[in-house]
């Protein structure tokens, strides 16, 4: 239940954020997209943290983009709470912030309207009071500290070593590499992929684009992928969310140009990732668990052990 109210609040921020960076129009096709992804509708229905850990972390990047442009200390304050709830949640998010800071920075130097040195200090503080409170609450560090140090040591160990399926030489991250774009491909469809680089391209030059998004995206991958050295279709979640916005932009601009063909081209875009989302609704419904739950409540006595 929770996992299925946030994913429909993953549409909102989806739209909210499309709006901010972009226009009105980016926001609905970026919503409308996000919410006919096979991988948000996929998580939606499970018990995973996928949803979850997006939820706070599309928030995070909605004040991101909202501080770029009006630097008022309630945007800090709540980009470092969700943050720590994101983190908290699941710990592979801290890969979506760990280098925010440094572009926010240098972003904020570089522009005259953000105060200097003293007023970046100031933001900073607040960001980190911000995230160290709600860190130190969600994550149960204070109550229990020996059960955090061991869970961080199995995170950076044992916990991940097992599972790696990349060398780390350049053959094996070039292969990581490509296998990632080809999830992120097969997550969002060939079509909406291609909206996404061609969005992107169009607007590299836009700041809030650019700090809330991308730079989310590629130090995710550094700072988490590349460590790990594996990738599950499940890891390209957030790039899928982050990636939307700029296919939605695209969209947008076909629309703008009001030729028929463009707009027959964006209205035929939309119906195929609608189905491509449908009938991953419509397999769950049809899940064989479910002939399997029915002969066991016709089979099992209710005190049967299933191993």
């Known amino acids: 239940s929770v996992n299925a109210l946030m994913g429909v609040g993953l549409v909102g921020i989806a739209y909210k954020i499309g709006k901010e960076v972009f226009d009105r129009r980016t926001g ?12 948000a509708i996929y998580y939606a229905h499970t018990g995973n943290l996928e949803v979850s850990y997006l939820f706070w972390s599309a928030l995070a990047f909605l004040n991101l983009a909202l501080l770029i442009r009006t630097p008022t200390p309630k ?3 709540w980009l470092g709470v969700f943050t720590a709830f994101a983190i908290s949640t699941k710990d592979q998010a801290y890969g979506l912030f760990a ?3 440094v572009a926010l920075a240098v972003f904020c130097l570089q ?3 953000q105060g200097g040195p003293d007023e970046l200090v100031k933001r900073g503080l607040y960001c980190l009071i911000g995230f160290g409170v709600a860190y130190l609450l969600a994550s149960n560090m204070l109550w229990n500290w020996a059960g955090w140090v061991e869970h961080l040591r199995y995170i950076t160990g044992p916990g991940t070593a097992r599972y790696q399926t990349y060398s780390n030489t350049f053959p094996g991250h070039f292969s990581l590499a490509f296998h990632t774009l080809a999830h992120l491909a097969n997550a969002l469809n060939m079509p909406v992929f291609l909206g996404c680089l061609a969005g992107v391209w169009h607007t590299i030059r836009n700041r809030q684009a650019f700090i809330s998004l991308i730079v989310p995206f590629f130090f995710y991958y550094l700072t988490f992928l590349s460590v790990i050295l594996y990738v599950y279709p499940r890891f390209v979640f957030p790039l899928v969310f982050l990636a939307l916005p700029f296919a939605g932009r695209a969209l947008s601009e076909l629309w703008e140009t009001k030729s028929k063909f463009a707009q027959f081209f964006v209205a035929a875009l939309l119906v195929h990732s609608f189905a491509y989302g449908f009938f991953l609704d419509l397999q769950f419904t049809m899940d064989s668990r479910y002939e399997a739950e ?5 089979n099992f006595t209710k005190t049967t052990t299933v191993g």
């Open 28 to 39: 609905f096709i970026s919503g409308v997209l996000f919410a006919c992804n096979p991988l």
């Open 75 to 77: 945007y800090f304050v």
């Open 99 to 101: 280098l925010v800071p």
């Open 111 to 113: 522009d005259q309207k």
């Open 294 to 298: 029915a002969w066991m409540k016709q």
